[in-house]
């Protein structure tokens, strides 16, 4: 066990109730937008109650990182402080792979286990006598029951767009990694220009991945509702997107911080935590490519 | 010293004597009469007996300690701890007990999963909440519901012998043969369960499970619905009439010939009160179970159908919801599982009762033409 | 203000250093607190009460089965009563108990100053009480609350569910996201903030299986987290994971589930089984035999438990190599535990015991949790389990592991550290009067449950068949006794907190061990300020 450190434990904080109140009420906003949606009505009461949400979220995110960060700059920090923040992203990092994981395992299973047994194969083949003509193929260009999800009429080869993207992806894990070495060399000038870099490659792909789906929705018909293909192909890789946005923004908040002079060679976790969570992305990106592309 | 004993003993029996008086008191699963069943049974009482000793064994040592090591008599504590021995033998021996119990169970299982070689096939459709079979071979089927009348439910009227474990059609079997059961369901998972056939199965919507039976002894055999399936999960009983091979032939051309029957009734002309009083009846054992028997429903979940604006408004309307359903709800298809004139004369009970006075009425034909038009 | 834990930080300019100052004064102490002692108190009080609202909702449903017959509520509300109560008492009760247990504990027991990042438990905690407003408030939404069991199988919740699941689906999110926060806040803790000499092996065990529950919780709520989104996703936006009629399957979400799920009854029992670790060996005056074999079994455990999951789906027919994995994998649990089990036995012999409350519950839990895992062992025998799966069976089953298992656990604990945290002695002849009549009304409750199953009552069920009566009016006699008796709980503590009692040395009992017992009681608002040093 290492030395013993003065540990600095924050006092009295009001950001915590804040941000409760903040998810509480973005999430009964959005379920009450949902709930209304589903009984066909056109306006919704939700839309106030969560927009109210964000706002407090975004107030709060600012407060409490705003203290977390001063806290930093005012050396409060100890060794074994980062050790914390260190610990904690890592398993939070880990949490995520356990949701990602079990997207992956829905797709395992319906491409292994329930499409062929709809389509008269395997042990439990015999359900085929329920969806008289359908035939198990994957990507699943027909579904059981065309009139509820109509089957999409193509999808998305790997060797476009996806290429590119992964290329986009593994790139600016690179371009990080460099600019990461420059903040620990103390370069301010090269980390800022690397750090700029795999923002814009960030950008460009969350870009062409909106370009993937308005293709897919527009022309062929690929949406979530064709069926499991599109349900898992969508939550996959939309849930992928939503944590590129999420790393971008991070990545861009290091970058302002940089500029504003933050950091040092020695003392930089919140830097190296948006990269651990942009080397998740990227890996989280290559099984996608794998499995929902690829395979 | 013997008297003491012998007093304890007629202690004993006093305690046991209302356990064996009231027949009632069922403690233990029941043997069955298929080949399945006994295995099972077999294994239950092997892993009971086991669990039994482990736990004398385990306890008497606590037990004892409990007894002997107390502070209170004085007892000082020893200081050991850790032994390798003892703690790699109570690793072990437990496994083994183990593996000599996966190894029957593992006989029974596979025995249980051969579906093949199977003299009759009865498909098992579960719906909210009811079971339909059948009859693959034989191209007839049927719906079985509860028969329990509500007002018992509702301690109305006294319980019955077989409360809540009564069908008005139950499935009847061949003795002897075994018997392949395809289950699969409508709208939720439901589990067909006879507890002296050994067999449970989920009845899982859009799939097909497969289980077989081979009953050996004549009889009725009840059993339930074991996997939730919604509000009336605890009212769809299953009931089995095992017969020998001859009554179970002349039942199977009994049930051709009425389904023939069936066919007729969509030509015959009818009158309102015929119609009435089909309808009143096939109302309260088809849709009762949700819209209640005065049509008052079950709002918000099951609306009301006395003043409905479907019910009383047009015509089309109504037939359209009874014989499509509503996806999404549980208002089911009733196209698919009704005859014309049972639809019929439901839609013309559901106008005419409850003071929902529209005046009109629904022939079978039209019912008919409605079908044959959808499917073009 | 700020505390730090070195008295002589003096570079920050930001806040004014008060070292080692008492609590907030006013309300808004236990809303902006970061101390661990006060969250856990929190946590304790929380998880109290929905102990007694989904007891509650368990008195209904004992009431309505009292006798055959629909008497009090009508199907549609019981499945509800059913659906909540499970709910509650998992998401509620027991786990948000240990949290709050590991709060008060585990700085203390590893010599930390406070837990590793003291805001974010604040928001852990605060957000349950969050969570569960949602939660309950869907019972007063139109077509009522969830109604699907605490399994909430797809299409039941998900097609066929009442509006209000949309509600109930981002509540338990809320909730999840509670339990990921406590997990990465124990982890870190007990990583990084032991003190000087303590390594891994030295740690006491209730730190040992804490710090494997929130790996579990860690590895399995985002499980859940993703099944939940998926069924959202289902309601609200026309996936078909769950439909077959798009290719999915109703299965699919009960093998997500119980990926998750049984990993999770572990998470409501290994800090049961860590507290019970420290109670038996300072009851019996005697160390703990095997604290090695007590770690490694843990561990054992805790990865068996991925690979079983699906014990709980033997009759939704998987291909019968599947089901013959999932069963040999299930028995081998019975190893680890039963080491366990073992080690407690052996601890007891030979020792010098006396028999004060937290060490009655904790032979009872002893006792009565090896019943529920020989009942247990009786499931996971598939064919057998053809007979038993949803029968009251398998409610006896895991009502033996969960209340003198869980509950039975939380309560030893609760007397055991009292003294510590409220620094006066519970009143040892109410302790014991709760202990006779909670053991004597639990197993008149849930014994006759075996019978039940066995003679083929389904569960979820409001009404029975005639030859159920009998032990069914035995079981809810005695859930209304042992309901009645948690009561007296309520006034025990009430009046322990309040000081009715024998002020408490630092260490009240004479066999107990560890760096707990060598703070003064109660334990002062900030502890280990300058780490202790461990041998
Ligand atoms: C704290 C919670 C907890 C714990 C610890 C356990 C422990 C175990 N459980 Fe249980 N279980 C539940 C909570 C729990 N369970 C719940 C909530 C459900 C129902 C969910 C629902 O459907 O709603 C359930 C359901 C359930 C099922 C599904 C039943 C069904 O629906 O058909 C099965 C099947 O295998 C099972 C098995 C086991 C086994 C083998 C253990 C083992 O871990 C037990 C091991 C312990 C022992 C065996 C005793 C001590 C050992 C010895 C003394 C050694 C020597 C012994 C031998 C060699 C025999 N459980
Ligand atoms: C840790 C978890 C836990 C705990 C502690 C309990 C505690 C109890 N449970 Fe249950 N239970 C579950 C977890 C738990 N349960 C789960 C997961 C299910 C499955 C749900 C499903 O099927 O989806 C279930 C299901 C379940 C059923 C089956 C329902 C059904 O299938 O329809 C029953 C039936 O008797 C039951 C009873 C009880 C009783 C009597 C208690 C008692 O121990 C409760 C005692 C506590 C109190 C009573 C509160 C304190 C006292 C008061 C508030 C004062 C008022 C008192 C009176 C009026 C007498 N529970
Ligand atoms: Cu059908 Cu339960
Ligand atoms: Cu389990």
């Known amino acids: 066990m290492s030395e013993y450190q003065k540990y600095y434990v924050p006092d009295q904080s009001k950001w915590p109730i804040i941000a409760t109140f903040g998810l509480g009420t973005t999430l009964f906003g959005a379920a009450t937008i949902m709930v209304d949606g589903g009984q066909g009505a056109s306006t919704s009461s939700g839309w106030m109650i969560f927009t109210v949400g964000l706002l407090l979220m975004a107030y709060m995110i600012f407060g409490w990182f705003g203290s977390v960060v001063r806290e930093s700059r005012a050396g409060l920090h100890s060794p074994q402080m980062d050790r914390s923040f260190r610990w904690g992203m890592s398993w939070f990092i880990f949490s995520e792979i356990m949701?990602?994981?079990?997207?992956?395992?829905?797709?395992?299973?319906?491409?292994?286990?329930?499409?062929?047994?709809?389509?008269?194969?395997?042990?439990?083949?015999?359900?085929?006598?329920?969806?008289?003509?359908?035939?198990?193929?994957?990507?699943?260009?027909?579904?059981?029951?065309?009139?509820?999800?109509?089957?999409?009429?193509?999808?998305?080869?790997?060797?476009?767009?996806?290429?590119?993207?992964?290329i986009l992806l593994v790139s600016s894990s690179f371009t990080i990694t460099v600019a990461h070495h420059a903040l620990k060399a103390d370069k301010r000038k090269k980390l800022k220009l690397w750090l700029g870099a795999t923002i814009i490659l960030a950008l460009v792909f969350v870009g062409l991945q909106a370009e993937e789906y308005m293709h897919a929705y527009q022309e062929l018909?690929?949406?979530?509702?064709?069926?499991?293909?599109?349900?898992?192909?969508?939550?996959?890789?939309?849930?992928?997107?939503?944590?590129?946005?999420?790393?971008?923004?991070?990545?861009?908040?290091?970058?302002?911080?940089?500029?504003?002079?933050?950091?040092?060679?020695?003392?930089?976790?919140?830097?190296?935590?948006a990269a651990w969570y942009w080397h998740f992305v990227d890996v989280v990106w290559l099984m996608l490519f794998v499995f929902v592309y690829v395979i | 010293?013997?008297?003491?004993?012998?007093?304890?003993?007629?202690?004993?029996?006093?305690?046991?004597?209302?356990?064996?008086?009231?027949?009632?008191?069922?403690?233990?699963?029941?043997?069955?009469?298929?080949?399945?069943?006994?295995?099972?049974?077999?294994?239950?009482?092997?892993?009971?007996?086991?669990?039994?000793?482990?736990?004398?064994?385990?306890?008497?040592?606590?037990?004892?300690s409990i007894f002997a090591h107390r502070k209170s008599r004085g007892h000082k504590p020893a200081n050991f701890h850790e032994n390798t021995t003892v703690e790699v033998l109570w690793t072990i021996i437990p496994l083994v007990i183990l593996v000599a119990m996966a190894i029957p169970a593992t006989v029974t299982l596979i025995d249980m999963y051969d579906t093949t070689e199977a003299d009759v096939d009865i498909k098992i459709t579960g719906y909210q909440w009811k079971w339909k079979y059948d009859y693959l071979d034989d191209e007839f089927g049927y719906f079985s519901s509860l028969s329990t009348p509500r007002d018992q439910i509702n301690n109305r009227q006294t319980k019955g012998e077989n409360y809540l474990l009564e069908v008005d059609n139950p499935l009847v079997v061949p003795v002897g043969q075994k018997v392949r059961l395809l289950m699969t369901a409508n709208d939720v998972i439901h589990s067909w369960w006879v507890p002296e056939f050994g067999l449970k199965k989920d009845a899982i919507p859009g799939f097909i499970n497969e289980a077989w039976i081979r009953v050996d002894t004549p009889g009725t055999y009840r059993g339930q619905c074991t996997e939730l399936c919604g509000k009336d999960h605890g009212f769809m009983p299953i009931v089995v009439e095992a017969v020998p091979q001859a009554e179970y032939q002349t039942w199977i051309g009994e049930q051709r010939a009425a389904a023939e029957k069936e066919k007729e009734l969509t030509q015959k002309e009818w009158t309102m009160a015929e119609l009435m009083e089909r309808g009143e009846k096939s109302y309260q054992s088809t849709c009762a179970a949700c819209h209640q028997a005065d049509g008052s429903g079950l709002p918000p979940s099951f609306p009301a159908l006395r003043g409905s604006a479907i019910a009383v408004g047009d015509i089309a309307g109504h037939i359209d919801i009874v014989v499509n359903g509503k996806r999404g709800t549980a208002m089911q298809a009733f196209g698919e599982q009704l005859n014309e004139a049972d639809i019929a004369a439901i839609i013309t009970y559901e106008r005419n009762a409850w003071g929902n006075n529209v005046g009109d009425m629904v022939t079978p034909k039209e019912i008919f033409d409605y079908k044959i038009q959808q499917q073009q | 203000m700020s505390t730090v834990a070195d008295a002589h930080t003096s570079e920050h300019s930001l806040e004014q250093n008060h070292?080692?100052?008492?609590?907030?004064?006013?309300?808004?102490?236990?809303?902006?607190?970061?101390?661990?002692?006060?969250?856990?108190?929190?946590?304790?009080?929380?998880?109290?009460?929905?102990?007694?609202?989904?007891?509650?909702?368990?008195?209904?449903?004992?009431?309505?089965?009292?006798?055959?017959?629909?008497?009090?509520?009508?199907?549609?509300?019981?499945?509800?009563?059913?659906?909540?109560?499970?709910?509650?008492?998992?998401?509620?009760?027991?786990?948000?108990?240990?949290?709050?247990?590991?709060?008060?504990?585990?700085?203390?027991?590893?010599?930390?100053?406070?837990?590793?990042?003291?805001?974010?438990?604040?928001?852990?905690?605060?957000?349950?009480?969050?969570?569960?407003?949602?939660?309950?408030?869907?019972?007063?939404?139109?077509?009522?609350?969830?109604?699907?069991?605490?399994?909430?199988?797809?299409?039941?919740?998900?097609?066929?569910?009442?509006?209000?699941?949309?509600?109930?689906?981002?509540?338990l999110h809320i909730a999840g996201a509670s339990s990921i926060m406590g997990a990465m806040n124990v982890i870190a803790t007990i990583l990084n903030m032991r003190a000087p000499g303590m390594t891994l092996m030295k740690m006491p065990l209730f730190v040992w299986t804490w710090l494997i529950t929130a790996f579990l919780l860690l590895a399995v709520m985002p499980v859940l987290a993703g099944v939940l989104t998926m069924m959202l996703m289902d309601i609200n936006f026309g996936t078909s994971f769950f439909d077959a009629s798009g290719g999915g399957d109703p299965v699919l979400f009960q093998h997500i589930f119980w990926f998750f799920g049984h990993p999770e009854v572990y998470i409501m029992i290994l800090p049961a089984f860590g507290?019970?670790?420290?109670?038996?060996p300072a009851f019996s005056r005697k160390p703990l035999f095997g604290h090695a074999s007590m770690v490694y079994a843990t561990c054992?455990?805790?990865?068996?438990?991925?690979?079983?999951?699906?014990?709980?789906?033997?009759?939704?027919?998987?291909?019968?190599?599947?089901?013959?994995?999932?069963?040999?994998?299930?028995?081998?649990?019975?190893?680890?535990?039963?080491?366990?089990?073992?080690?407690?036995?052996?601890?007891?012999f030979r020792g010098s015991m006396t028999f004060e409350a937290p060490m009655l519950f904790a032979i009872a839990f002893i006792i009565l949790f090896t019943v529920g895992g020989f009942s247990g062992l009786m499931l996971a025998i598939a064919p057998a389990d053809f007979?038993?799966?949803?029968?009251?069976?398998?409610?006896?089953?895991?009502?033996?592991?969960?209340?003198?298992?869980?509950?039975?656990?939380?309560?030893?604990?609760?007397?055991?550290?009292?003294?510590?945290?409220?620094?006066?002695?519970?009143?040892?002849?109410?302790?014991?009067?709760?202990?006779?009549?909670?053991?004597?009304?639990?197993n008149l409750a849930f014994f006759p449950m075996h019978f039940l199953g066995l003679a083929g009552m389904p569960r979820r069920i409001p009404d029975y068949a005639l030859q159920f009566a009998d032990f069914n009016m035995v079981s809810s006699i005695g859930a209304f006794l042992f309901g009645a008796t948690q009561l007296l709980f309520l006034f025990i503590v009430v009046k322990c907190a309040r000081g009715g009692g024998e002020p408490a040395a630092a260490n009240p009992w004479d066999g107990a061990e560890g760096l707990e017992w060598t703070v003064p009681s109660p334990a002062p608002y900030h502890t280990f300020s300058t780490p202790p040093e461990v041998r």
């Open chain 1, 221 to 273: 018909n690929l949406t979530l509702q064709s069926g499991i293909y599109g349900s898992t192909f969508f939550m996959l890789t939309g849930f992928h997107g939503a944590h590129v946005i999420l790393g971008t923004i991070m990545l861009t908040v290091m970058l302002i911080r940089i500029s504003k002079g933050h950091f040092s060679a020695d003392n930089h976790f919140g830097f190296e935590a």
């Open chain 1, 99 to 166: 949701f990602f994981a079990a997207f992956f395992g829905a797709l395992f299973y319906a491409r292994v286990f329930a499409v062929p047994w709809l389509g008269g194969e395997g042990d439990r083949g015999s359900s085929n006598m329920l969806w008289e003509g359908f035939q198990a193929t994957w990507p699943l260009i027909n579904t059981p029951d065309p009139s509820l999800y109509p089957a999409p009429k193509g999808v998305i080869g790997p060797w476009g767009l996806p290429l590119i993207n992964t």
């Open chain 2, 1 to 64: 010293m013997r008297v003491r004993a012998k007093r304890a003993l007629a202690l004993c029996g006093l305690a046991l004597f209302p356990v064996m008086s009231m027949a009632d008191w069922t403690m233990n699963m029941s043997p069955g009469v298929t080949q399945t069943s006994n295995d099972i049974y077999g294994l239950h009482m092997t892993i009971l007996w086991i669990c039994v000793v482990i736990g004398v064994v385990v306890f008497g040592v606590m037990f004892w």
């Open chain 3, 275 to 280: 507290a019970i670790s420290h109670i038996v």
């Open chain 3, 19 to 171: 070292d080692h100052h008492g609590p907030a004064k006013g309300w808004t102490r236990w809303l902006f607190t970061t101390n661990h002692k006060d969250i856990g108190t929190m946590y304790l009080i929380f998880s109290f009460t929905m102990f007694l609202l989904g007891g509650t909702m368990a008195m209904v449903i004992r009431a309505e089965l009292f006798q055959p017959g629909l008497q009090i509520v009508q199907p549609e509300f019981f499945n509800q009563l059913t659906t909540m109560h499970g709910l509650i008492m998992v998401f509620g009760a027991v786990m948000p108990a240990f949290v709050g247990l590991a709060n008060w504990m585990l700085p203390l027991m590893i010599g930390a100053p406070d837990m590793a990042l003291p805001r974010m438990n604040n928001w852990s905690f605060w957000l349950l009480p969050c969570s569960f407003l949602i939660l309950v408030s869907t019972l007063f939404m139109d077509g009522g609350g969830p109604n699907f069991g605490w399994t909430f199988y797809a299409p039941l919740s998900t097609t066929y569910g009442p509006p209000s699941t949309t509600y109930f689906i981002f509540a």
């Open chain 3, 387 to 442: 007979q038993y799966h949803d029968t009251y069976f398998v409610v006896a089953h895991f009502h033996y592991v969960l209340v003198p298992g869980a509950i039975f656990g939380i309560f030893a604990s609760a007397y055991f550290w009292l003294p510590k945290w409220t620094g006066y002695m519970y009143d040892e002849t109410l302790a014991k009067t709760h202990f006779w009549l909670s053991f004597v009304g639990m």
């Open chain 3, 300 to 348: 054992a455990i805790a990865l068996l438990s991925f690979l079983v999951w699906a014990h709980h789906m033997f009759t939704v027919g998987i291909p019968v190599a599947g089901q013959l994995f999932f069963m040999y994998a299930t028995l081998l649990i019975a190893v680890p535990t039963g080491v366990k089990v073992f080690n407690w036995v052996a601890t007891m």
